[in-house]
């Protein structure tokens, strides 16, 4: 049985469906990065797993429990919020604390559970300062130390870097993921970076207006991708989509695109061979072919400039 099992889950605001029966399975210990596009329902899909939203139709299942009706607070589950929301007048070891202080956990243990947090995230000397004396960076640890410090079922991240910086986002990243693999915990992290996805997850879910297009690891979603959205969608720089026949040529099969050239219309053909180099105009590029259902992907890499 899968540790979390969103069953064909359906939101619905009045007439706007939103979330259009997205099933999702993964077992305990993944990482699973819900990406695509804005307004694709990611994040109300984390809301509603943390159950600060309803669910309009299908399950929620948390290790074998079904957790619809089950208040946040009992849920078992931690929440990043891409805004940290840390309190302002509490020190860092006050917010990191405040959960624990709310169960009634004694003050010794509180103690000990912040420090230990703290040395985890290299934050023991920040443990007296305010949030506003923080950088955003710190901000960011600071939140993932009031989750990590209740110790719950599932971890749940809400593009937690879109907040800082290129190069403190690409280590923040490389921080989350060693985290990961340190702890073995499940984490459900909501992006709508590509990179960001295949860098952290073992499982991708990538979503459209509503609807999971491709449930896989990084791999799977980038060298096999169920559709032209994902294969367009996945990958920085993005894949450039050609529009082509297959035909057969000399008694091989190839992909005959037709490109216009001034006012002269060219025919180009290209045998359907993984891994080949072409010489295309004053170009040396490499191939890369998908077959996805009826339609030939081609996929091309500059290797050289002949210019």
């Known amino acids: 049985m899968s540790f979390l099992h969103i069953n064909n889950v359906h939101k619905r605001f009045g007439e706007t469906h939103v979330l259009k029966g997205v099933d ?22 984390l809301n509603m797993i943390a ?40 020190t860092v070891a006050g917010n990191i604390g405040f959960g624990l202080e709310m169960r009634k956990v004694p003050r010794k243990e509180r103690r000990e559970a912040v420090d230990r947090v703290a ?20 901000r960011q640890r600071v939140a993932m130390g009031r989750a990590l410090v209740r110790d ?60 999971l297009q491709q449930l896989g690891t990084p791999h799977e979603v980038y060298d096999d991708p169920n559709n032209l959205f994902v294969a367009g969608f996945m990958g920085s720089p993005s894949m ?18 037709a490109t216009s050239l001034a006012t002269t219309q060219a025919v180009t053909l290209l045998r359907l061979r993984q891994g080949m180099t072409v010489r295309y105009l004053h170009l040396l590029v490499l191939v890369r072919l998908q077959l996805l259902k009826h339609c030939l992907v081609v996929e091309l890499h500059l290797l050289l400039n002949l210019d």
């Open 51 to 90: 159950g600060l939203d309803s669910i309009s139709e299908g399950e929620l299942l948390l290790d074998g429990r079904c957790i619809n009706d089950v208040h946040p607070s009992r849920r078992d589950i931690a929440m990043v919020f891409q805004s940290y929301a840390l309190y302002p007048s509490m």
């Open 24 to 45: 999702i399975a993964i077992e305990q210990g993944d990482f699973l990065v819900l990406v695509g596009p804005s307004g694709c329902g990611k994040s109300t899909l």
């Open 240 to 257: 450039n989509l050609v529009k082509a026949r297959i035909v057969e040529h000399d008694s091989v099969l190839v992909a005959q695109m």
């Open 152 to 211: 719950p079922q599932l971890f749940l991240f809400d593009e937690p870097l879109s907040n800082l910086d290129a190069k403190l986002r690409v280590d923040m990243r490389s921080e989350i993921k060693q985290l990961h693999q340190r702890l073995k915990t499940t984490i459900v992290y909501v992006t709508h970076d590509q990179v960001e996805a295949m860098t952290l997850a073992t499982r991708i879910a990538v979503m459209r207006a509503g609807e």
């Open 119 to 138: 040395k985890l995230l290299q934050i023991e000397n920040l443990l007296d300062r305010k949030p506003g004396q923080l950088s955003g960076g710190q």
